[in-house]
């Protein structure tokens, strides 16, 4: 399991409780340890103040909420050769791909997107969508990191690489949490999809439609017993004969993180940071 | 999919086998050590003797096994030509086996450049091209499996970059061949029809663009140049593909090429392949020539209307430069009816029916630009050139355009609305 789709769910966690009407603070049960106070000391983490002024409210809120400071506790176990920054920032576009030896970035204009799209959609999934959503942003940009310096060979579109690891670290989490980000981010693709014709194909980023069904056909694949609602019915949402594959495609991708990204992975921290409860209901930091 | 082909004749060709021998492994004769073994295995039907008899006289895989001489796998490993009952290629994991259908050979054929059609790529480049390509797609799954390579992104392009990557490493000729035939394919056959999404394959233009950044990005870049100078590849994606290749290549030289004997490799790329000898190419013009353009169509109504009248306008077998407006064919309520053998890519129909006491057509609306509009006999039947300048007696109606699936020599109609 990878410590940092724990980190990106706890930090949604707090970032969706920062939407919230009402976030009260509580303790943990009794009998439940809170997350390990040690950070990640090779994750750097900022936040940059935004040019634009209409994305001050989502800095102020990400700052306040300390989500980064949160996504270095849950890199802790992660022994990486170099350090990693990563920032929100103003972008200029909804995002900035990752490059070798530059930090992750998570652009406002991508937050703000999100949340505009789940305004418009369902308010029942609004939350779901904000947070699925933002998951498996962090969550594939720290995959492109890693890739890069952990030298992992890929193979297959860069893009769909991350969104396998993604997609694999966010069924880690227990059913509850597999359920919302996989809904949530899943719902926020099929919400963006466009129509793609002719010269688009060749664009290096998959279709949303298509990364729909490869964020489903991995939980599908990890979790068939959760995600069984997928292929009921007389027109399943994940079509038979892929989800005929599903099983062996997560398999395959959790083959490919055992061999190339646990080695860099501290054992005994990582029991601790698992053994924590980190999304308790009304958890706030 | 995966498609088999053609194959073309190699300058290496080695004696000739008894076409009838039972189906019985061989080895390549330069390498005793390789454990890479094929076959062709006689086919059932009798419709497949032709290819199967065309698919030896090409001997592909007496070469591609001794192109993969150098690689040390694990365990013994096999190719075979086969029927399969389905138009595909696959590797057969449970067999450790690399199966290329019949069946894919003749859809392959069907949708090369016909002879006398206008086209940027000639019928043995996509033949010949597409068909190694392909083997290397199924190989890259192959190695995928019995290395077990991690694969992080989706196989199905890990194994076109393998495709790509390996064909790259041949001299120009090859290479060019093996991609071109490859984007051919990705583009006009696999990139026909709607892109089905779910799929885990990328749609044939996504796996046109991704074979043509690779070869972009690479070493040599300017054994494309026809395709690059009319801006094939849009600029945003180019930009990214030395990257790409970089990415493919770092892949490659981790997971794959310490597998591979640096001896033996560096004598397979000093030989000619595919080069055709008069013979095969007398064959393959052969094949270009052989008829391909018909299908047969059928119509059936599963749907709740009754009393199905269907028009259609095609071109005939016998007279296949004009376009011919035909009706009315009676489509039995939920059942088919065989309508015929027709020429050509596209169709163009009509229908009317009964639903209950109203009256159902199903035509082009006007803003369809790809429609026609024909002159029919509302209740008589008629045989009549295509024009929309009707005689008395006679009615224009739109008729909807359909494209055939280049692959498929059997259309059926359905409706079930």
Same mark, same amino acid.
């Given at each position: 399991?990878?410590?940092?789709?724990?980190?990106?769910?706890?930090?949604?966690?707090? /970032?969706?409780?920062?939407?919230?009407?009402?976030?009260?603070?509580?303790?943990?049960?009794?009998?439940?340890?809170?997350?390990?106070?040690?950070?990640?000391?090779?994750?750097?983490?900022?936040?940059?103040?935004?040019?634009?002024?209409?994305?001050?409210?989502?800095?102020?809120?990400?700052?306040?909420?300390?989500?980064?400071?949160?996504?270095?506790?849950?890199?802790?176990?992660?022994?990486?050769?170099?350090?990693?920054?990563?920032?929100?920032?103003?972008?200029?576009?909804?995002?900035?791909?990752?490059?070798?030896?530059?930090?992750?970035?998570?652009?406002?204009?991508?937050?703000?997107?999100?949340?505009?799209?789940?305004?418009?959609?369902?308010?029942?999934?609004?939350?779901?969508?904000?947070?699925?959503?933002?998951?498996?942003?962090?969550?594939?940009?720290?995959?492109?990191?890693?890739?890069?310096?952990?030298?992992?060979?890929?193979?297959?579109?860069?893009?769909?690489?991350?969104?396998?690891?993604?997609?694999?670290?966010?069924?880690?989490?227990?059913?509850?949490?597999?359920?919302?980000?996989?809904?949530?981010?899943?719902?926020?693709?099929?919400?963006?999809?466009?129509?793609?014709?002719?010269?688009?194909?060749?664009?290096?980023?998959?279709?949303?439609?298509?990364?729909?069904?490869?964020?489903?056909?991995?939980?599908?694949?990890?979790?068939?017993?959760?995600?069984?609602?997928?292929?009921?019915?007389?027109?399943?949402?994940?079509?038979?004969?892929?989800?005929?594959?599903?099983?062996?495609? /997560?398999?395959?991708?959790?083959?490919?993180?055992?061999?190339?990204?646990?080695?860099?992975?501290?054992?005994?921290?990582?029991?601790?940071?698992?053994?924590?409860?980190?999304?308790?209901?009304?958890?706030?930091? | 999919?995966?498609?088999?082909?053609?194959?073309?004749?190699?300058?290496?060709?080695?004696?000739?086998?008894?076409?009838?021998?039972?189906?019985?492994?061989?080895?390549?004769?330069?390498?005793?050590?390789?454990?890479?073994?094929?076959?062709?295995?006689?086919?059932?039907?009798?419709?497949?003797?032709?290819?199967?008899?065309?698919?030896?006289?090409?001997?592909?895989? %007496?070469?591609?096994?001794?192109?993969?001489?150098?690689?040390?796998?694990?365990?013994?490993?096999?190719?075979?030509?086969?029927?399969?009952?389905?138009?595909?290629?696959?590797?057969?994991?449970?067999?450790?086996?690399?199966?290329?259908?019949?069946?894919?050979?003749?859809?392959?054929?069907?949708?090369?450049?016909?002879?006398?059609?206008?086209?940027? +790529?000639?019928?043995?480049?996509?033949?010949?091209?597409?068909?190694?390509?392909?083997?290397?797609?199924?190989?890259?799954?192959?190695?995928?499996?019995?290395?077990?390579?991690?694969?992080?992104?989706?196989?199905?392009?890990?194994?076109? %970059?393998?495709?790509? +990557?390996?064909?790259?490493?041949?001299?120009?000729?090859?290479?060019?061949?093996?991609?071109?035939?490859?984007?051919?394919?990705?583009?006009?056959?696999?990139?026909?029809?709607?892109?089905?999404?779910?799929?885990?394959?990328?749609?044939?233009?996504?796996?046109?663009?991704?074979?043509?950044?690779?070869?972009?990005?690479?070493?040599?870049?300017?054994?494309?140049?026809?395709?690059?100078?009319?801006?094939?590849?849009?600029?945003?994606?180019?930009?990214?593909?030395?990257?790409?290749?970089?990415?493919?290549?770092?892949?490659? %030289?981790?997971?794959?090429?310490?597998?591979?004997?640096?001896?033996?490799?560096?004598?397979?790329?000093?030989? %000619?392949?595919?080069?055709?000898?008069?013979?095969?190419?007398?064959?393959?013009?052969?094949?270009?020539?052989?008829?391909?353009?018909?299908?047969?169509?059928?119509?059936?109504?599963?749907?709740?209307?009754?009393?199905?009248?269907?028009?259609?306008?095609?071109?005939?077998?016998?007279?296949?430069?004009?376009?011919?407006?035909?009706?009315?064919?009676?489509?039995?309520?939920?059942?088919?009816?065989?309508?015929?053998?027709?020429?050509?890519?596209?169709?163009?129909?009509?229908?009317?029916?009964?639903?209950?006491?109203?009256?159902?057509?199903?035509?082009?609306?006007?803003?369809?630009?790809?429609?026609?509009?024909?002159?029919?006999?509302?209740?008589?039947?008629?045989?009549?050139?295509?024009?929309?300048?009707?005689?008395?007696?006679?009615?224009?109606?739109?008729?909807?355009?359909?494209?055939?699936?280049?692959?498929?020599?059997?259309?059926?109609?359905?409706?079930?609305?």
């Amino acid at each position: 399991m990878s410590v940092s789709v724990k980190s990106a769910v706890v930090l949604a966690s707090i /970032y969706l409780a920062a939407h919230a009407t009402a976030a009260i603070a509580q303790p943990p049960p009794a009998g439940q340890s809170s997350p390990p106070a040690a950070q990640s000391s090779q994750i750097e983490v900022a936040y940059v103040q935004p040019g634009n002024r209409n994305f001050q409210p989502i800095y102020d809120r990400v700052k306040n909420r300390k989500v980064l400071e949160e996504l270095q506790q849950f890199l802790a176990p992660l022994r990486l050769p170099r350090k990693l920054t990563v920032k929100i920032d103003q972008c200029g576009a909804l995002s900035r791909p990752y490059r070798p030896q530059e930090p992750v970035t998570i652009c406002y204009e991508l937050i703000d997107q999100i949340e505009k799209v789940a305004a418009k959609g369902d308010p029942k999934m609004r939350q779901t969508m904000i947070a699925g959503a933002f998951i498996q942003v962090v969550v594939y940009q720290v995959a492109h990191a890693m890739f890069d310096i952990l030298q992992v060979p890929v193979w297959g579109r860069a893009g769909d690489a991350a969104d396998r690891l993604a997609a694999l670290v966010m069924l880690q989490f227990g059913e509850d949490l597999a359920l919302r980000t996989i809904r949530g981010s899943t719902a926020f693709f099929l919400a963006s999809k466009k129509t793609w014709t002719g010269s688009a194909f060749a664009d290096a980023d998959s279709p949303e439609e298509q990364r729909y069904y490869n964020y489903l056909c991995i939980a599908f694949g990890g979790a068939p017993i959760s995600f069984d609602f997928l292929v009921s019915g007389n027109e399943p949402v994940l079509p038979l004969p892929r989800a005929r594959r599903c099983y062996w495609e /997560y398999q395959q991708v959790r083959m490919a993180f055992n061999l190339r990204i646990m080695p860099f992975v501290d054992p005994d921290l990582l029991v601790k940071i698992r053994s924590a409860d980190w999304l308790l209901p009304g958890d706030v930091r | 999919m995966r498609s088999i082909a053609r194959v073309a004749t190699l300058t290496l060709a080695l004696g000739w086998t008894a076409l009838w021998c039972q189906p019985s492994f061989a080895q390549p004769p330069s390498d005793q050590a390789s454990k890479t073994q094929f076959s062709y295995i006689p086919p059932k039907s009798l419709k497949y003797l032709p290819v199967f008899n065309r698919v030896q006289q090409f001997k592909l895989l %007496e070469q591609l096994s001794e192109f993969l001489s150098p690689l040390r796998l694990p365990h013994k490993f096999s190719m075979v030509t086969i029927e399969c009952g389905f138009v595909n290629a696959q590797y057969q994991p449970s067999k450790w086996r690399i199966e290329l259908c019949y069946e894919y050979v003749e859809a392959l054929e069907r949708v090369a450049p016909k002879l006398g059609q206008p086209s940027e +790529f000639s019928f043995e480049e996509v033949v010949v091209g597409g068909l190694v390509g392909v083997l290397l797609h199924e190989l890259g799954h192959a190695v995928i499996d019995m290395l077990t390579i991690p694969v992080f992104g989706r196989e199905e392009d890990a194994a076109d %970059e393998i495709s790509t +990557f390996l064909a790259l490493q041949f001299n120009p000729e090859v290479a060019r061949t093996i991609v071109r035939g490859n984007a051919y394919v990705y583009k006009v056959w696999y990139g026909f029809g709607a892109p089905a999404f779910f799929d885990e394959h990328g749609t044939g233009l996504q796996r046109y663009y991704n074979s043509l950044c690779i070869a972009h990005g690479g070493e040599r870049p300017d054994l494309f140049k026809e395709l690059f100078d009319k801006g094939e590849l849009p600029k945003e994606r180019a930009a990214g593909c030395q990257r790409e290749y970089q990415q493919v290549r770092s892949a490659f %030289e981790k997971t794959i090429l310490p597998f591979i004997d640096r001896e033996q490799m560096k004598r397979v790329q000093g030989k %000619e392949w595919l080069k055709l000898t008069p013979q095969q190419v007398a064959l393959l013009k052969e094949q270009q020539q052989a008829p391909r353009e018909t299908f047969t169509f059928a119509v059936c109504n599963q749907s709740p209307v009754t009393r199905m009248s269907f028009a259609l306008m095609v071109r005939l077998v016998e007279d296949p430069q004009r376009w011919q407006a035909l009706g009315w064919y009676s489509i039995p309520d939920n059942g088919c009816e065989l309508i015929g053998t027709f020429h050509g890519d596209r169709i163009f129909w009509y229908a009317e029916a009964t639903r209950g006491k109203d009256r159902v057509v199903w035509s082009a609306p006007d803003t369809d630009q790809t429609a026609s509009k024909q002159c029919i006999h509302p209740s008589n039947a008629f045989q009549l050139p295509a024009s929309n300048r009707c005689q008395s007696g006679q009615v224009v109606v739109n008729f909807r355009r359909w494209e055939v699936d280049p692959t498929l020599s059997n259309l059926t109609l359905n409706f079930t609305k």
